[in-house]
């Protein structure tokens, strides 16, 4: 089977239409023509600074008073979390006129594990069929040319998607 073909069938097999929940958030600007994607990937929990827990992805970045467009599962659920043509805060530098998009890196995490682990494969079939759907609908939507990884962008401070995340099957994919 082709890779063309594979993604078609994680995509019918796990999201025939994409699965969006909204959960809005207040941080960001409130206007913006995106032109541009970041693609990130965050712990799905994240040790929380007293050390005692863990914070679901979304409720920490509330509480940091960051955002992202969309935040992608790994069952393929995309939570969106501010408009399209609202700014979200998700790249120091690059917030106005971009689309962020977190892959959530599934379990628990401090911020070296998380870097551990994005050095190897991590994505799922649904979760990386979902991202891919959502770019392409970014893509067609406003003529997106540039996407990017967080770590483009920010380069020695930032070090996601990662390794384990496949960049250039994904732009190909995202470009068919």
């Known amino acids: ?9 994680a995509i019918a097999a796990a999201n025939p239409q994409l699965n969006t ?7 960001g600007t409130a206007h913006q023509s995106p032109n541009r994607i970041v693609v990130h990937a965050m712990g799905e929990y994240i040790l929380s600074e007293d050390g005692r827990g863990y914070d679901y992805a979304p409720d920490f970045l509330e509480r940091m008073q960051l955002s992202a467009h ?3 599962t790994s ?9 399209d043509d609202e700014g979200a805060y998700h790249a120091r530098g690059f917030n106005a006129g971009s689309l962020g998009m977190e892959l959530l890196v599934s379990g628990k995490h401090d911020y070296d594990s ?4 994005i050095k190897h494969p991590y994505v799922t079939d649904a979760q990386y069929a979902a991202a891919v759907m959502q770019c392409r609908e970014w ?3 406003y003529r997106i040319t540039l996407i ?3 770590s483009d962008v920010s380069p020695g401070r930032k070090f996601d998607p990662g390794a384990g995340f496949p960049w250039g099957k994904f ?6």
């Open 148 to 150: 990017d990884r967080h």
């Open 70 to 72: 969309a935040l992608v």
């Open 171 to 176: 732009l190909d994919d995202v470009r068919r």
């Open 114 to 117: 998380f870097l551990r682990t």
């Open 1 to 9: 089977m082709n890779d063309n073909q594979h993604l078609k069938n």
């Open 21 to 27: 929940v909204q959960r809005h958030s207040v941080y």
């Open 139 to 141: 893509v067609r939507l």
């Open 75 to 83: 069952d393929g659920t995309v939570l969106r979390c501010r408009n």
